[in-house]
């Protein structure tokens, strides 16, 4: 087996006597993963929707990546925005970019430079030079 | 797990009991004297009986000798295991005259003959079936007739004479009735094994052991979650990560999207891990789906484990997304952890999904 996916992290930490025992059971499950070479990824939930959001655990330093997907509003609409943060294998991109799911599966759209507030939590666009996808009742004006 | 037999651990007794063996790197040295100590309902009586069953099936005489239980409950048990104890001794030395009015008049105190009746009855006991496995239940009715921890370590170490001269391997069963840091039968003894049982705030209780000693033997040290199950103890041994290496490439993959590869620099490495941190509806699932489907179109294999939805409704929305789970769950290169769901992640220990989540990665 070369992938194994744990959906998500929160739940299995529910099964934990102690915080601190999740991470050291996760410690050894994903150092015994790693030695067979298999790509894992977890999934973590955070509290809140925007803002300050919270974490359960911390577990970003046994990540060798980190992923951070998050809100923003743009247009007057709900965006998805995704970031790396982390890599302990290859220098990633510092940029964000925005994140879309619909019918056709999941897009990602070119590095969007506007945001500000990033390291808060919660990115506002300032300005946007046509970077992001266009908005839903902007692209159903253009099918009708 | 497999160990390579070495010099060493060639004359390894295997205790029986599944997974205990793998933490003991193969078993017990036979013809030693052994502790397992354990509070009340932590597994000690199943694991001794397991023990002579075993060394039946081996051709080995068992003798189980009980101050405390009697044999009504010592087949109790063996029958709710679906064993049968056919072939064992059972030896049962609950003092019969207890009520008997001749010991209250004694001038001695009731005791002083007591324990030597107790050690001269265990001898006697063994002399007569002459056993290879002997297990002795439990120890705290010798403790208490010894009334002071010299004349109790000299009644063990007696038997443990004993013991030795007849090449017996024997168990004694101690419930740590005794005041805690009690420790003399640890130093006499060849080795030690711990059993607990942990209640917890919710869900079921766990149970732990954990090797003490080991006289010139090396072993997996460390708690070890088990399990009473029928049939006997399940150890489930501690994942040891350094334990397991393989070799692979260590090439990047792709994750299925040229953006998200750009964006991690260069795809995912096998042989790391990938957190992806979000808030609830944000897309976490679905870009881990996404992974996984471009290493499934490679042809490789993986390995889902869902606990927050059903496997049905992650079906159904990832076919609304354009990605298809269930043409890789029928050719069998996608295997999804039904069985592990929250209900058993609420009833099971942490290690007990390890070994869970291993089994299920191994056997694809």
Redesign the interface.
């Known amino acids: 087996?070369?992938?194994?996916?744990?959906?998500?992290l929160?739940?299995?930490l529910?099964?934990?006597?102690s915080d601190n025992?999740?991470v050291l059971?996760m410690h050894?499950?994903?150092?015994?993963?790693?030695?067979?070479?298999?790509?894992?990824?977890?999934?973590?939930?955070?509290?809140?929707?925007?803002g300050n959001?919270r974490?359960d655990v911390d577990?970003?330093y046994?990540?060798?990546?980190?992923?951070?997907?998050?809100?923003f509003e743009a247009e007057g609409e709900v965006r998805?925005s995704?970031?790396?943060i982390k890599?302990?294998?290859?220098?990633?991109?510092r940029?964000i970019?925005e994140?879309k799911?619909?019918?056709?599966?999941?897009?990602?759209?070119?590095p969007v430079l506007g945001f500000t507030g990033i390291l808060s939590g919660q990115p506002v666009l300032t300005s946007s030079t046509g970077e992001l996808f266009a908005s839903r009742s902007s692209a159903e004006a253009d099918g009708a | 797990m497999q160990y390579r037999s070495t010099a060493a651990s060639e004359s390894r007794l295997a205790t029986g009991t599944s997974g205990l063996d793998d933490v003991l790197r193969g078993g017990i040295t036979s013809q030693r004297l052994y502790l397992i100590e354990g509070t009340l309902g932590s597994g000690k009586t199943t694991l001794a009986l397991k023990f002579l069953i075993d060394g039946r099936e081996v051709g080995d005489r068992g003798l189980y000798i009980t101050l405390s239980e009697i044999v009504d409950e010592l087949t109790a048990v063996a029958y709710s295991h679906n064993w049968s104890l056919e072939g064992i001794e059972l030896f049962e030395m609950v003092a019969e005259d207890e009520f008997n009015s001749e010991h209250e008049q004694s001038l001695l105190h009731p005791s002083e003959m007591e324990l030597g009746e107790t050690v001269r009855g265990i001898i006697e006991q063994v002399e007569r079936t002459d056993p290879v496995r002997v297990v002795l239940d439990s120890l705290s009715e010798l403790r208490l007739l010894s009334q002071n921890p010299l004349r109790y370590r000299r009644q063990i170490l007696a038997l443990k004479h004993f013991f030795a001269r007849r090449n017996c391997t024997v168990l004694m069963l101690d419930d740590r009735t005794s005041a805690p840091g009690d420790l003399q039968l640890h130093s006499i003894t060849h080795g030690v094994i711990s059993l607990e049982q942990?209640a917890?705030d919710f869900g079921s209780e766990?149970r732990r052991l954990r090797v003490i000693k080991l006289r010139g033997l090396k072993y997996h040290g460390g708690y070890h979650d088990f399990t009473i199950e029928t049939g006997g103890l399940v150890v489930y041994p501690?994942?040891?990560?350094?334990d397991?290496?393989?070799?692979?490439?260590s090439e990047?993959?792709t994750t299925g999207?040229a953006?998200?590869d750009?964006?991690?620099?260069?795809g995912?490495?096998?042989?790391?891990?990938?957190?992806?941190?979000?808030?609830?509806?944000?897309?976490?699932?679905?870009?881990?789906?996404?992974?996984?489907i471009a290493?499934?179109e490679r042809g490789?294999?993986?390995?889902?484990?869902?606990?927050?939805e059903r496997i049905s409704t992650l079906m159904i929305r990832s076919k609304?997304?354009?990605?298809d789970l269930e043409r890789h769950i029928h050719n069998g290169a996608l295997?999804t952890a039904r069985s592990i769901r929250?209900n058993f992640?609420?009833e099971?220990s942490?290690?007990q999904?390890?070994v869970r989540?291993?089994k299920v990665?191994w056997k694809?």
């Open positions: 087996m070369e992938v194994v996916v744990i959906d998500s929160n739940a299995y529910h099964a934990m006597p025992y999740l059971q050894e499950l994903v150092s015994y993963l790693a030695q067979q070479g298999v790509v894992t990824l977890m999934t973590l939930g955070q509290h809140g929707v925007m959001l974490l577990i970003s046994l990540a060798d990546t980190v992923v951070m997907l998050r809100f998805k995704i970031a790396v890599t302990r294998t290859s220098d990633h991109e940029s970019r994140f799911i619909d019918r056709d599966g999941v897009s990602i759209g070119a | 942990l917890n766990r501690r994942l040891i990560a350094a397991h290496h393989r070799e692979y490439s990047p993959v999207l953006e998200l750009a964006l991690l620099g260069a995912l490495f096998p042989g790391t891990n990938a957190l992806l941190v979000g808030p609830a509806g944000v897309g976490k699932t679905t870009t881990a789906i996404l992974c996984m290493a499934l490789q294999k993986a390995v889902y484990f869902l606990f927050d609304a997304l354009g990605m295997k929250r992640l609420r099971s942490p290690a999904c390890a989540w291993k990665a694809s």
